[in-house]
């Protein structure tokens, strides 16, 4: 039912009767400050003179000045913040930087004077190229950034992966914009750069390490002249592989090489058991050649010297020394006969055959009677023939035959 409706009594919507208007505004903010007044002392509004109006106004104020000093206090005490472990805080008075501060509480300007930005330096960051990871441990190939151009003009599909922190919390703050993708495009240009001057056997086999240690160099190199703030802890390659199109191309060159170099592994082997057995034998012919020399001249040197010393000994005395040589040189003959002569009474040989030794050797003294005899020569041709005169040789040459003539019988 509306307030003006028939059978109300002319109402107005202020509460009023009759035909009273709407309420002053003067009276109303005089009770408004009749009311502040009183919560400070003031005694309020109404029929009071000018005095008490006075000294209701002077206690308003000192209120006011109260209220605005605990604003004050909690605007300033705004200002105080903890840094947590881990984390750096960045200081800006109006949008400048002022200071880096450490773990603890610190103090700054409140807003909208200065603020504080706080920097987790501890956090590993990582930066994933050539793919993505997803839901669990699965991830997901980013073709545009995997396929890279190699030096031998191939293709190749490489994951790496780029583990960084802050090192700096001021230029992470205000030198890029988004400093992680900026590192992300970094990683991923210097890994192009790495990757297009290797050859593909190489990336693929036995050069990913080398690649990962070259591009980590090429990035923290980079990142350091852009001033990024950024640290690199770790770059790991997550797998290469050749283009999906030509991989069983590839299984198939990689199997031949995988056949070449067993082979490889077996001629090494083959050849570091040979090599040794035929060293270890050229120096045992060496080292026996190298004796027998050292016995020839060594023997050579001793006939020398001998024949030196007899020389001497047949200048002093020819007839001794000349009886001397005859003698030796039967008794070398006679010591290696296995026949010896007894002069009988009656003048007649009588031969005497060692029934021991004849049992144990007859075959070895067959065999070495022809020799016996050739040494028996050579003997007496080497004691008797040097140094002595002509008749001395016939003497010695009679003796001989007589020698053997006894011994045939």
């Known amino acids: 039912m509306s307030w003006n409706e028939p059978g109300r009594g002319n109402r107005d919507p202020w509460g009023g009767s009759g035909n009273q208007g709407p309420p002053d505004l003067d009276e109303v903010v005089k009770k408004l400050r009749g009311k502040f007044g009183g919560l400070f002392g003031g005694r309020g509004s109404g029929s009071g003179g000018d005095e ?13 000045g109260i209220i605005v000093g605990i604003v004050g206090l909690v605007w300033l005490a705004s200002g105080i913040y903890i840094i947590d472990e881990g984390f750096r805080g960045v200081e800006l008075r109006f949008g400048a930087y002022t200071r880096t501060t450490t773990p603890g509480p610190h103090w700054h300007p409140p807003y909208p004077i200065g603020s504080v930005e706080r920097v987790n330096v501890e956090q590993r960051r990582v930066a994933e190229i050539g793919y993505q990871s997803t839901s669990g441990d699965r991830t997901q190939k980013v073709a545009r950034e995997a396929l890279m151009l190699t030096q031998d003009e191939n293709i190749v599909d490489v994951r790496l992966a780029v583990q960084y922190q802050v090192s700096d919390p001021r230029q992470f703050r205000f030198n890029f914009r988004d400093p992680d993708d900026t590192l992300k495009d970094v990683a991923e240009s210097a890994l192009r750069e790495v990757v297009g001057k290797r050859r593909l056997d ?25 001033e990024a703030g950024l640290e690199v802890v770790s770059v790991d390659i997550q797998d290469v592989q050749p283009p999906e199109q030509v991989q069983g191309a590839f299984e198939d060159a990689i199997m031949a090489r995988e056949d070449e170099q067993r082979k490889i592994n077996q001629a090494n082997a083959y050849r570091n058991e040979v090599l040794p057995r035929a060293h270890g034998e050229a120096a045992r012919i060496r080292e026996e050649a190298e004796g027998y020399r050292q016995q020839v001249v060594a023997l050579a040197e001793g006939e020398s010297a001998r024949f030196m010393a007899l020389l001497q000994e047949y200048d002093r005395a020819p007839e001794v020394t000349r009886e001397r040589l005859y003698l030796d040189a039967m008794a070398e003959i006679m010591g290696r006969s296995s026949k010896v002569m007894i002069d009988s009474a009656s003048g007649d040989p009588l031969l005497y055959l060692p029934l021991d030794r004849l049992r144990g050797g007859a075959e070895q003294r067959r065999s070495n009677e022809g020799a016996s005899n050739d040494l028996d020569s050579d003997v007496l041709n080497r004691r008797l023939g040097t140094g002595m005169d002509q008749p001395s040789r016939r003497s010695a040459d009679r003796s001989r035959g007589d020698l053997r003539s006894r011994g045939g019988n």
């Open 52 to 64: 008490e109006s006075g000294s209701g106004g002077g206690m308003g104020s000192a209120g006011i």
């Open 202 to 226: 190489f990336v693929l086999t036995e050069g990913r390490t080398e690649v990962a240690q070259e591009t980590r160099r090429v990035l923290t190199e980079t990142l350091d002249r852009y």
